[in-house]
């Protein structure tokens, strides 16, 4: 029963010891900003949308929102009134409804690209008024007292969905809801005050949709923090100094440096050579090597266990994931655009020459190719483009060059 009963003193001690070493070291460490980029809640990259008819009230804010987004995210979107004008052109009706036929002929006159349709079912604001009993403190007799509360709320609501067509396939890929009732409140203890101002709550509404929307096409950042050890012991202080200084290289080369050290000095604290190979590890993190990172933490756990490490290695583990499957995404964009340059337009099934469109002028163009370079290709090959008024204001909107332009009027 002795032995138990030290043995459990022993076991209670240490891991109060733990536990407040863990603590000391969380109050006294730096943080550092990771940032985490996560792929598109779509799951693909698309370079080029254009959205159908929207309904409902605020549906037109929505789409001048993010549209904005995805041009700032190398997105090109096609402009509404004249993406409607070139449909109207080519004699295709677009209503609210998925027609497997327009969409095919829509893919013929655009190109590969997505289309989105926004509903908004419900946009607006209500306002309310009500009281509760609240305790509150008096300093002067320092007691609680029970008082009335009077309180007046604005709200906001914005609900509705949102469907993403790929033109190639006419298939819907993604279709979501959004839902979001963000409400501040106004407090008095004297009468009931002024409602918030309505504006506000619903800029936060829109605010909240946008985001949505801006991860559903973007890849987007989740911004997460990890401790960084300082110590003054083993030089640590001095790779954290680098990484104040935004120099990663110089961080890299001492906390490298100071590792190897570490390692070889018998009279170091076994703590101090875990925050050593922890920071190293947190190095290999900045350059996105994460199995290097990984073993370095595996080794900091050992010397010096505790949750700052474990986090450190979770969020490797993460961010190794997320960075797949970006470089998934990005080589299966990259595979969509070459099978696209090489697919033969369906009008020439059989035969072996390309056909050059208005979309792969505009991809090339996208691209940044020099416009000598776009007017050689344009004529040296078999070219189908449509000119009509609608179309050179799309061409132009999209950045192609007007010289390149007027190649493509005289190949016709």
Known sequence: MK?????LSIFFVFTFSAVRGQFFEELTSPQLNIPLTHPPELGILISKLAFGPSSGLCSGRIIRDITSD????????????????????HGIFLGDRIDQENISNIEKVIGPSALVFIHVQRCGTSEDQYNDKESTYDARTKKNTRQI???SRTQAFLTGNIRVVDLTTGQIFAAQTFNFSPGNVNKSLTGYPGYPDAGIVREQ???LVRTQLDRMFLPW???TKL????????????????LKAQDLTGAFDISEKNLEADKNNPKLKSKILGHAFYNMGMSYLFREEFDSAMDNFHQAL??????????AMATCQKEKRLSAEMQQLDQSASVGISATNEAPDSTLQGQNTPVLTNADVIQMSADKLPPAIIIAKINHSTCKFDT????????TKSGVDEKVIEAMISSN
């Open 221 to 223: 950042i989740e911004a």
């Open 227 to 242: 401790y960084y050890f300082n110590d003054k012991a083993g030089n640590l202080k001095q790779a954290f100094d680098a």
């Open 3 to 7: 032995i138990r009963g030290l043995t």
């Open 388 to 395: 009509s008024p609608a179309s050179l204001s799309l061409l």
């Open 149 to 151: 509360g009077y309180f």
């Open 70 to 89: 995805l041009i700032n995210g190398h997105i090109q979107v096609l402009d509404q009134t004249d993406f409607n004008s070139l449909l109207s052109d």
């Open 302 to 311: 050992r010397y010096s266990p505790g949750t700052i490490i474990t986090q």
């Open 205 to 207: 509404a829109f605010n």
